[in-house]
């Protein structure tokens, strides 16, 4: 089967279903986008370069793939690994607010005087 950017789309997707979860929890984007952005960018750009070294050094190759579109940025660098390390930063911080939602929750109920009605 060959389809050249399913690959992409399905980063893309991915990203669409976390944002959703997000935007119904407001948990990172929602909460504070302007720090969202700022995360993902430097994540991003950190991967980014660490990609960079990896490939220089001869440790990281691209391997064909019919699913990728098939354009490199750079020599074994697809279009689809900036989408991709953006999709996973963002996937990051989305995953580290729930968490600490779901702690900060637990915290709250464990606090909570005894026969109160919390639930």
């Given at each position: 089967?060959s389809?050249?950017?399913?690959?992409?789309?399905?980063?893309l997707?991915?990203?669409?279903?976390?944002?959703?979860?997000?935007?119904?929890?407001s948990?990172?984007g929602w909460?504070?986008?302007?720090?969202?952005?700022?995360?993902?960018?430097?994540?991003?750009?950190?991967?980014?370069?660490?990609?960079?070294?990896?490939?220089?050094?001869?440790?990281?190759?691209?391997g064909?793939?019919?699913?990728?579109?098939?354009?490199?940025?750079?020599?074994?660098?697809?279009?689809?690994?900036?989408?991709?390390?953006a999709?996973?930063?963002?996937?990051?911080?989305?995953?580290w607010a729930?968490a600490?939602?779901?702690?900060?929750?637990?915290?709250?109920?464990?606090?909570?005087?005894?026969?109160s009605?919390?639930?």
């Amino acid at each position: 089967m060959s389809v050249p950017g399913l690959y992409l789309g399905a980063i893309l997707l991915s990203a669409a279903g976390v944002a959703l979860l997000d935007r119904r929890w407001s948990l990172a984007g929602w909460r504070s986008p302007v720090r969202t952005g700022v995360a993902v960018a430097i994540g991003t750009g950190f991967f980014l370069a660490w990609d960079a070294a990896g490939i220089a050094a001869g440790v990281f190759v691209k391997g064909e793939s019919p699913l990728l579109i098939g354009i490199d940025l750079a020599p074994h660098l697809p279009l689809e690994e900036p989408f991709f390390l953006a999709f996973l930063c963002y996937l990051a911080l989305v995953s580290w607010a729930a968490a600490l939602r779901g702690l900060e929750r637990r915290t709250t109920d464990a606090s909570a005087p005894a026969g109160s009605d919390r639930a």
